[in-house]
């Protein structure tokens, strides 16, 4: 004998309305997509616990992470990210004033990623902020932002490129991240005593930058030195276990200003392997960062930037990667 299953339809007219099951719901509390339809939507499952718009977009009320449907969370946790941003035009997001920078990223992607690790109002911290990529992106999704950097031309670009896309302009401190976090009064006006929800940060990858460049980096950035700074704080000036060291230090430091349950997101690129270096660099990041108490690696996303120009590394001796990818790698704050 068969079974007719009832359409979606019959399913969703059969439900409750939203309003007559929770007449005292502080609708406050909803993502604003819900709230304006909150008139015609209904609830479903066993547990009354979803919400499903008269255009079948679902929520669910024990969702304490984002404001995203479900179907938008499972398009998110796909393990790459491959884009193609432009660096012209409107869409370049005021390229060609966060270009001062060597390596700027891109406010779309930044935005993406915030929209999944915070709810609307919730405050995004950059300790290396440089032109501004987490703040613009937390700016377009309406999330709150503060950074710090060492660069006061970077921070001046970052304030630029926002009044020019008319975003709001966030707060920033230009200084050593580690002398700033460890200040109540500073941090209390970057974050208007906000506790922080996500950390996002793209630190220097150690000294790549500020090395005289050899091999396969000379394509890219000539064969002198590019250092963000010239000062001894900056992570980009430090050898390798001294950059692991300070950036753990870092993050520790940003965890004492975070609500419990808050994620890091560390972007980092590995560097080339040398003889018997395997240069894995994001792994010597996990492995520093988990041994801060209470924080956990949870996993990574890798991003796959399918504008970054293509060079013959290698070419015609040996294979050499064009590393056009990054790693985004996810830590959580857990109460023990
Ligand atoms: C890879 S860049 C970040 C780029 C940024 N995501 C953007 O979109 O422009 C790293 C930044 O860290 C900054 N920096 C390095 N050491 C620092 C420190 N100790 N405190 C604060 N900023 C630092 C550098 O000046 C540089 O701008």
Same mark, same amino acid.
């Given at each position: 004998?068969?079974?007719?299953?009832?359409?979606?339809?019959?399913?969703?007219?059969?439900?409750?309305?939203?309003?007559?099951?929770?007449?005292?719901?502080?609708?406050?509390?909803?993502? =604003?997509?819900? /709230?304006?339809?909150?008139?015609?939507?209904?609830?479903? #499952? &066993?547990? $009354?616990?979803?919400?499903? %718009?008269? @255009?079948?977009?679902?929520?669910?009320?024990?969702?304490?992470?984002?404001?995203?449907?479900?179907?938008?969370?499972?398009?998110?946790?796909?393990?790459?990210?491959?884009?193609?941003?432009?660096?012209?035009?409107?869409?370049?997001?005021?390229?060609?004033?966060?270009?001062?920078?060597?390596?700027?990223?891109?406010?779309?992607?930044?935005?993406?990623?915030?929209?999944?690790?915070?709810?609307?109002?919730?405050?995004?911290?950059?300790?290396?902020?440089?032109?501004?990529?987490?703040?613009?992106?937390?700016?377009?999704?309406?999330?709150?932002?503060?950074?710090?950097?060492?660069?006061?031309?970077?921070?001046?670009?970052?304030?630029?490129?926002?009044?020019?896309?008319?975003?709001?302009?966030?707060?920033?401190?230009?200084?050593?991240?580690? =002398?700033?976090? /460890?200040?109540?009064?500073?941090?209390?006006?970057?974050? #208007? &005593?906000? $506790?922080?929800?996500?950390? %996002?940060? @793209?630190?220097?990858?150690?000294?790549?930058?500020?090395?005289?460049?050899?091999?396969?980096?000379?394509?890219?950035?000539?064969?002198?030195?590019?250092?963000?700074?010239?000062?001894?704080?900056?992570?980009?000036?430090?050898?390798?276990?001294?950059?692991?060291?300070?950036?753990?230090?870092?993050?520790?430091?940003?965890?004492?200003?975070?609500?419990?349950?808050?994620?890091?997101?560390?972007?980092?690129?590995?560097?080339?392997?040398?003889?018997?270096?395997?240069?894995?660099?994001?792994?010597?990041?996990?492995?520093?960062?988990?041994?801060?108490?209470?924080?956990?690696?949870?996993?990574?996303?890798?991003?796959?930037?399918?504008?970054?120009?293509?060079?013959?590394?290698?070419?015609?001796?040996?294979?050499?990667?064009?590393?056009?990818? =990054?790693?985004?790698?996810?830590?959580?704050?857990?109460?023990?």
């Amino acid at each position: 004998m068969s079974t007719i299953k009832p359409a979606a339809i019959a399913l969703y007219s059969e439900s409750e309305k939203f309003l007559d099951v929770y007449p005292e719901y502080n609708l406050s509390e909803l993502p =604003q997509w819900v /709230q304006d339809n909150i008139q015609e939507a209904r609830v479903y #499952g &066993n547990k $009354k616990r979803g919400v499903i %718009l008269s @255009d079948g977009r679902k929520y669910h009320l024990d969702n304490k992470l984002n404001d995203m449907t479900g179907r938008e969370w499972t398009f998110f946790i796909n393990s790459v990210f491959s884009t193609h941003y432009p660096t012209r035009g409107a869409e370049s997001y005021a390229h060609e004033i966060r270009k001062i920078h060597p390596s700027p990223k891109p406010p779309q992607l930044m935005r993406d990623l915030i929209y999944f690790f915070t709810k609307e109002g919730e405050l995004v911290f950059d300790s290396f902020a440089g032109v501004g990529g987490s703040l613009l992106g937390a700016a377009l999704c309406n999330r709150r932002a503060a950074g710090i950097d060492l660069n006061q031309e970077y921070l001046n670009a970052y304030a630029q490129a926002a009044q020019k896309l008319d975003l709001q302009v966030y707060p920033t401190i230009c200084g050593d991240c580690i =002398q700033v976090l /460890q200040n109540d009064m500073l941090m209390g006006e970057l974050t #208007g &005593n906000q $506790k922080i929800s996500l950390c %996002l940060i @793209d630190p220097p990858y150690a000294n790549m930058m500020s090395k005289k460049k050899t091999g396969a980096d000379t394509y890219v950035y000539g064969d002198i030195a590019t250092p963000f700074t010239n000062e001894a704080a900056d992570l980009g000036n430090m050898e390798r276990p001294d950059f692991l060291e300070a950036l753990r230090k870092s993050v520790e430091l940003v965890l004492t200003h975070m609500k419990p349950e808050g994620y890091v997101i560390v972007f980092i690129k590995d560097l080339q392997p040398q003889k018997k270096e395997i240069n894995l660099l994001h792994a010597e990041v996990i492995s520093e960062l988990n041994k801060i108490p209470k924080l956990y690696y949870k996993g990574m996303k890798i991003w796959a930037d399918e504008s970054a120009k293509l060079y013959p590394y290698g070419y015609p001796f040996s294979f050499v990667a064009n590393q056009i990818h =990054q790693y985004i790698l996810v830590f959580r704050k857990e109460k023990r």
